[in-house]
């Protein structure tokens, strides 16, 4: 019912807007360019319609899904340390971490409620708050008695995927990586690590629910109205879609990437990389920016705009695409690209390609349909 109702408001609104037949090419949107805000509107209402169904609603299910292997993973790992299962479990933290790189950038909606965000990946962490509240829990006298409700009430540092790194996956410095799987410090990181796994999957559960729910934030945004506290016209929804594309560009280029190259190799700081101790640095990095570019075909933000503006949905495409070719070109593990000359050069090229991107999107894209770029959800960290 749930479906049914809204593929009836996703027809509505495309026939509203002249665009009930949907080519096979995913997310036309056969709305000219607007000139005036009664003419962006139609085109405003369905780039959201087409951002909800086609790429926000598939990408947190996959979150969900990832998440609950991760659980099943770690379960397995732990009650049967095999390499087998090491490398299962390995793989299972890389599907949630990619899963997670295509909605990460997505900061509206469920996923603020409650700190959501914070909780399934505490990033950056340049004061090292997960290690330092990490050692601390697992110092803690009563740890065998720790369970869910206690794990959601401490600090979202070690309740997410950066814990679970840590405990689990990464080399990490005080040399856990050589813990015994019979000793008492073994079980008790694999106990922790449980109940992190469950938090993730049950959070990653609530935010995909909330996006289904036909009466929740989906609802807001598809039928705007002067009362509503979030969402008082089309153009209010939209901006969070392209409010989305830039804070994705600036998390990856301001985030991800500069703090760790620094100026000059020998200003580097690796550790600075995301998710770098479980070698997904790379991995994470382009799920972003192939979720990114996803979003701008499923939304069809830049399809049929004036012959004047056609060039902006090929630039961007273009852009994205070279940088999402030039990352899996990097050979070098993530704590050794930083100061590698070849990958350096690489990881620069994304930063330019990614400011030029955030250009053409906050400047001529906006205007072409309509919205104000404003502030994304990073201004001011």
Request: with cysteine.
């Amino acid at each position: 019912m749930r479906v049914a109702t809204f593929a009836l408001f996703l027809a509505g609104t495309m026939a509203a807007a002249g665009t009930l037949s949907v080519p096979a090419r995913a997310a036309e949107g056969n709305v000219p360019a607007p000139a005036t805000e009664a003419e962006a509107a139609p085109h405003q209402r369905t780039l959201v319609a087409l951002a909800v169904e086609r790429y926000i609603r598939p990408a947190y299910a996959n979150v969900a899904d990832a998440a609950n292997g991760l659980r099943t993973a770690t379960v397995r790992y732990c009650a049967q340390p095999s390499a087998t299962n090491m490398k299962g479990l390995e793989n299972a933290f890389r599907d949630t971490l990619v899963a997670w790189g295509g909605v990460d950038f997505l900061r509206f909606g469920p996923a603020t409620t409650d700190h959501r965000l914070e909780r399934i990946s505490f990033w950056p962490d340049p004061r090292n708050f997960v290690e330092r509240q990490l050692r601390t829990l697992l110092a803690s006298p009563d740890l065998d008695s720790f369970d869910l409700d206690r794990l959601k009430g401490q600090s979202a540092a070690v309740q997410g995927l950066p814990a679970f790194e840590r405990l689990m996956l990464a080399p990490a410095r005080d040399g856990s990586e050589k813990v015994d799987p019979d000793s008492d410090a073994f079980s008790r990181r694999c106990r922790l690590a449980g109940l992190i796994a469950t938090n993730i999957g049950d959070i990653a559960d609530t935010i995909r629910d909330a996006w289904i729910d036909p009466d929740g934030i989906s609802h807001q945004m598809l039928q705007p109205g002067p009362d509503d506290p979030l969402y008082r016209t089309e153009a209010e929804a939209a901006d969070e879609i392209l409010k989305a594309l830039l804070t994705g560009i600036e998390q990856v280029r301001d985030l991800a990437i500069t703090p760790a190259l620094g100026a000059t190799p020998e200003d580097a700081r690796p550790l600075r990389f995301p998710y770098v101790r479980s070698g997904n640095t790379l991995a994470l990095i382009a799920a972003n920016i192939t979720g990114l570019r996803q979003l701008i075909e499923a939304s069809g933000i830049a399809d049929n705009l004036r012959p004047e503006q056609s060039w902006l949905r090929t630039s961007l495409l273009f852009e994205l695409g070279n940088a999402e070719r030039v990352l899996k070109s990097i050979d070098e593990p993530p704590m050794e690209m930083a100061a590698d000359p070849k990958s350096r050069a690489k990881l620069n090229y994304v930063r330019i390609t990614l400011g030029s991107i955030r250009d053409t999107i906050a400047g001529p894209l906006a205007s072409a349909v309509g919205l104000n770029v404003g502030f994304n959800a990073l201004d001011g960290d």
